[in-house]
T-cell receptor, first 116, second 114 residues
Framework: GENVEQHPSTLSVQEGDSAVIKCTYS??????FPWYKQELGKGPQLIID?????GEKKDQRIAVTLNKTAKHFSLHITETQPEDSAVYFC???????????????FGTGTRLTIIP | GAVVSQHPSRVICKSGTSVKIECRSL??????MFWYRQFPKQSLMLMAT?????????EQGVEKDKFLINHASLTLSTLTVTSAHPEDSSFYIC??????????FGPGTRLLVL
């Protein structure tokens, strides 16, 4: 099955600087890659996602890049703010005939701390 | 706003009792919902896939007789932890897909078994 690795496990960044989190996946058939932000005691919140037919997607201070050949994708947060502090998870899934109901395989998470 | 709700948000029970957790999709229908378990400082572990109108599909190593899943309607799935023990204490989270592949998660339920 699919295996998703995520690095680093912890990341501290000065406020205003950029943060980058990287994930690699094993199954070349994976074609959907969401990123989730989880605050303490809460459920994961979808912040951005990318499908395999594009290489980059941006939403204000957040961007995701995808390299299908190398099987890795990255989350980029620019101009970081204290409220960006949380645990971030990457995930991957494969579109199949069960449209919309594919299982997600999660990375191990990155604890991001923004230093004021 | 929230698109998936869970109830209760927190529950404490005695060992040997059963606990039911509800997951609801708000303003959309979900023929499939997913149940996850998360231990402190760890990633989400998929327990089972809840299917409306049919049996749930359990991941390897998850006891189906212990974690009963019922997808009662297109907007409601329930997870019942039967004969709960302290090792079942965890954070349980459900998700539902809305649109093409996009999964939205509930706020989670923290279960503490004494």
């Amino acid at each position: 099955g699919e295996n998703v690795e995520q690095h680093p496990s912890t990341l501290s960044v000065q406020e205003g600087d950029s943060a980058v989190i990287k994930c690699t996946y094993s199954d070349s058939a994976s074609n959907y890659f969401p990123w989730y932000k989880q605050e303490l005691g809460k459920g994961p919140q979808l912040i951005i996602d990318i499908r395999s037919n594009v290489g980059e997607k941006k939403d204000q201070r957040i961007a995701v890049t995808l390299n299908k050949t190398a099987k890795h994708f990255s989350l980029h947060i620019t101009e970081t703010q204290p409220e960006d502090s949380a645990v971030y998870f990457c995930a991957a899934s494969i579109t199949g005939s069960n449209f919309g109901n594919e299982k997600l395989t999660f990375g191990t998470g990155t604890r991001l701390t923004i230093i004021p | 706003g929230a698109v998936v709700s869970q109830h209760p948000s927190r529950v404490i029970c005695k060992s040997g009792t059963s606990v039911k957790i509800e997951c609801r999709s708000l303003d959309f229908q979900a023929t499939t919902m997913f149940w996850y378990r998360q231990f402190p400082k760890q990633s989400l572990m998929l327990m089972a896939t809840s299917n409306e109108g049919s049996k749930a599909t359990y991941e390897q190593g998850v006891e189906k007789d212990k974690f009963l899943i019922n997808h009662a309607s297109l907007t409601l799935s329930t997870l019942t932890v039967t004969s709960a023990h302290p090792e079942d204490s965890s954070f349980y989270i459900c998700s539902a897909p809305r649109g093409a592949q996009t999964q939205y998660f509930g706020p989670g339920t923290r279960l503490l078994v004494l």
